[in-house]
């Protein structure tokens, strides 16, 4: 296997996950294309990544109610997704200032500085800042 392409997101709406991802998140946007569905409805195409990465995600507009009722539960409320940052000073303020929801406050882990944070559609994230460096 070569790498994870895609991870998709249901989303109530394409032009606001896209407008969460790509303003709020400093995303790219790689795609928004027309498409269909399996039976011939149409939809979009649309994935978004993190600057420089090569994993993007698909963002997926609800098709019906079990994909409605699935919005912003996917991984049943727990974190599934997990947006590391160089800076997590930067991105943290930059995400308060857009009005992202915290679910606390910033802590330190072993794993680096962390705050759990809801996506466009409700989805709990972790923002990781860097790793801490071994003191020698």
Same mark, same amino acid.
Not at 19 to 27: E, N, P, Q
């Given at each position: 296997m070569?790498? !994870?392409?895609?991870?998709?997101?249901?989303?109530?709406?394409?032009? /606001? *996950?896209?407008? #969460?991802?790509v303003r709020v998140l400093d995303f790219e946007l790689v795609e928004d294309s027309?498409? !269909?569905?399996?039976? &011939?409805?149409? =939809? %979009?195409?649309?994935?978004? %990544?993190? =600057?420089? *990465? %090569?994993?993007g995600i698909l963002l997926a507009q609800a098709d019906g109610e079990r994909q409605t009722a699935m919005v912003g539960s996917q991984m049943g409320g727990r974190v599934g997704f997990f947006l590391r940052v160089a800076d997590f000073d930067a991105a943290y303020q930059r995400m308060l200032a857009a009005d992202v929801k #915290?679910? &606390?406050?910033? %802590?330190?882990? /072993?794993?680096?500085?962390?705050?759990? #944070?809801?996506?466009? *559609?409700g989805n709990p994230w972790d923002l990781l800042g860097p790793r801490p460096t071994a003191s020698a």
């Amino acid at each position: 296997m070569d790498h !994870l392409e895609l991870v998709s997101i249901i989303v109530h709406d394409y032009d /606001a *996950a896209i407008d #969460f991802y790509v303003r709020v998140l400093d995303f790219e946007l790689v795609e928004d294309s027309p498409s !269909l569905t399996n039976d &011939g409805r149409p =939809k %979009r195409w649309v994935v978004v %990544r993190p =600057k420089g *990465a %090569r994993t993007g995600i698909l963002l997926a507009q609800a098709d019906g109610e079990r994909q409605t009722a699935m919005v912003g539960s996917q991984m049943g409320g727990r974190v599934g997704f997990f947006l590391r940052v160089a800076d997590f000073d930067a991105a943290y303020q930059r995400m308060l200032a857009a009005d992202v929801k #915290f679910r &606390g406050e910033p %802590r330190d882990e /072993a794993y680096g500085r962390v705050v759990v #944070f809801s996506d466009v *559609a409700g989805n709990p994230w972790d923002l990781l800042g860097p790793r801490p460096t071994a003191s020698a």
